[in-house]
């Protein structure tokens, strides 16, 4: 048996990394933030739409509604976690767990829904800044879910 042969083999992206030049990660971090902040205004929009598009689901209480409730709920916990709001996220992420819950154990209730979209709008209200009021809030959010049977 022979030895094998080991062969060192510059990838492109090792040259590029070799040479002097480019930015430091604190630099490119610093982009980074600036570029998300430059988006936070129109994603606040888009939030308080959501929310106000879940208002609306709770004031119709149509049959058969916890998939657009759920599916709001998603996108509002998607778009906390790229702005960082922990308490909106925390609020919007409860939603989702009450929603599956109940649309799981077939036990469909709106204020449960409607309570999650009012401390949402609040949260909001404040532009999401945690607080002793705030962790009230979800204090309250996580009691109610609490109360939601799990199905299984």
Known sequence: MTAPHIRNIATSLQRQMARPGG??????????????????ERTMLILQANVDALAALC??????????VYALASALV???GFLEIPPFYAAAYSLCEAAHRMAAAEQWSWPSVEVHVRALSLILAD?????AATDQLLAGLRAVVAHIPRAG
Do not use: N, Y
């Not at 004031?59 to 657009?68: P, T, V």
């Open 23 to 40: 930015v430091t990660l604190a630099e490119a971090v610093a982009r980074a933030e600036q570029g998300l902040e430059a988006q936070r």
């Open 59 to 68: 004031a119709a209480r149509a049959d058969g509604a916890d998939g657009d």
């Open 78 to 80: 998607d778009m906390a």
């Open 127 to 131: 532009d999401g800044r945690p607080g």
